[in-house]
Nanobody, 124 residues
Framework: QVQLVESGGGLVQAGGSLRLSCVASGRTFSINNMGWFRQAPGKEREFVAFINWSAGSTNYADSVKGRFTISRDYVKNTVYLQMNSLKPEDTAVYSC?????????????????WGQGTQVTVSS
């Protein structure tokens, strides 16, 4: 099993920045990819970004490209999501997820483990 704990959410004005963290524990050797997803009220869960745990290669949703950066600290078993130029439409609960599959995916159904989520609210 893998446990994931997110932190770093909060309230920020439009144009501001936040950095989310997700610490993984347990059988972390089984992780191949880590992803960030978000879900706004009344909407489906949406892919944000993923990173390959060993290679560090990344993939982003078009809606966040150029504004968000996903990174990882291999030693600390932590993945980060740096969010800049935030917009009110970025408001959502952000969750990190771990995938044991070799190939990364934007499909949340491909992920095996999930954190509890952290609220991000962007005011206009």
């Amino acid at each position: 099993q893998v446990q994931l704990v997110e932190s770093g959410g909060g309230l920020v004005q439009a144009g501001g920045s936040l950095r989310l963290s997700c610490v993984a524990s347990g059988r972390t050797f089984s992780i191949n990819n880590m992803g960030w997803f978000r879900q706004a009220p009344g909407k489906e869960r949406e892919f944000v970004a993923f990173i390959n745990w060993s290679a560090g290669s990344t993939n982003y949703a078009d809606s966040v490209k150029g504004r968000f950066t996903i990174s990882r600290d291999y030693v600390k078993n932590t993945v980060y999501l740096q969010m800049n130029s935030l917009k009110p439409e970025d408001t959502a609960v952000y969750s990190c997820a771990a995938d044991r599959a070799y190939r990364g995916s934007s499909d949340p159904n491909e992920y095996d483990y999930w954190g509890q989520g952290t609220q991000v609210t962007v005011s206009s």
